[in-house]
Structure formats: C-alpha cells, structure tokens
Nanobody
Framework: QVQLVESGGGLVQPGGSLRLSCAAS????????LGWYRQAPGTQRELVADISGGGRTNYAASVEGRCTISRDTTKNTMYLQMNNLKPEDTAVYYCNRKTGWFSWGQGTQVTVSS
C-alpha cells in the first residue's frame, strides 16, 4: 500500500514562508500526476497545485504566484514552497494523486496568524 507522509507545516505570521514536504513510499514518478490539497475547517478539500510526470505544473488561482510545487525523484519527495502566506491559507495540507486517490495521510497543519 502506497504511503504519503506530509510534513513541514507550522505557525507562521502573514507574509511568511513555509516549505511542505510529501514523502512517498514508492517512486513518485510512477504515481504522477501528484498534487497538494488543503482543507480548512468547514470547507471541502481543494487542489491547490499539481505536477505531472513530465514536470508540468498547475496552480489554483488562490495560490498562483505565491506557491511553487516541485519534486525530487531521487528522494521520492514532493514539495510545496509557500511564500507571502495569508491567513486564508490556514488549513491542513495533504498530498495525493491528482486522480485515483490513495488513502489520505494525516496532513500537515499550516496556520497563518499574527
């Protein structure tokens, strides 16, 4: 069973930065396209960024220009660099395939607050 483990979240002030990591138990190239999702309390989980097997990236309008999705295939790890964070970015962040989801991990909490 494929495992995806998220890390890197935390409490940050508005305007700050975080880098989230997603470690996969198998070669991430084999399970691409992959994406970062987030879920704030009382809302549905939403896809914020994804990366294809060929490295093509897509971003939700809410994070475009502030976030960068990347991967290191040698480490089977995907990243989300988040800059200029806003309070509305507060959510639990998850990684998973873009389609054909695996079981969801625990996620990593990102809280943006002064």
């Amino acid at each position: 069973q494929v495992q995806l483990v998220e890390s890197g979240g935390g409490l940050v002030q508005p305007g700050g930065s975080l880098r989230l990591s997603c470690a996969a138990s198998i070669r991430i190239f084999e399970i691409s396209p992959l994406g970062w999702y987030r879920q704030a309390p009382g809302t549905q989980r939403e896809l914020v960024a994804d990366i294809s097997g060929g490295g093509r990236t897509n971003y939700a309008a809410s994070v475009e220009g502030r976030c960068t999705i990347s991967r290191d295939t040698t480490k089977n790890t995907m990243y989300l660099q988040m800059n200029n964070l806003k309070p509305e970015d507060t959510a639990v962040y998850y990684c998973n395939r873009k389609t054909g989801w695996f079981s969801w991990g625990q996620g990593t909490q990102v809280t943006v607050s002064s």
